[in-house]
């Protein structure tokens, strides 16, 4: 749409027919190699775009081992707290009563369940 308004902006300037003439035919020939270049460089934008999957992909499996990383220091800390708090349990009233596990510490906030802290 721009070619198109270049096109029409000489007619309110003084020119001769001959430049508005010129002026249209440079107008057309650069919309016509716009399109084939358009046409040429499609195979290219499939590659871009393949390329920035595979950017995308690389980076969720960076930052997945980043989360399976945070995960183990999480595990390490809670069996630490888990030997050295002096567990006080309290009930958890929110728990259903066939739920296995109904009590927590209430310093450390870790449930009553050893075998969830084995080191």
């Excluded at 440079?26 to 920035?52: G, P, S, V």
Aim: glycine letters at 0%.
């Amino acid at each position: 749409m721009e070619h198109l308004l270049f096109v029409f902006t000489p007619l309110t300037t003084r020119i001769t027919y001959y430049e508005w003439v010129w002026v249209v035919l440079l107008t057309l020939i650069n919309l016509k190699n716009n399109y084939y270049f358009n046409k040429m460089t499609t195979h290219n934008n499939i590659q871009i775009i393949m390329n920035n999957q595979t950017l995308m992909r690389n980076k969720i499996a960076e930052l997945r081992q980043q989360i399976d990383n945070i995960e183990t220091l999480l595990e390490q800390s809670e069996f630490k707290l888990w030997r050295k708090c002096k567990h006080e349990w309290k009930r958890d009233y929110s728990c259903m009563t066939d739920d296995p596990i109904k009590y927590y510490c209430i310093h450390c906030k870790l449930w009553n369940d050893p075998r969830r802290y084995d080191g």
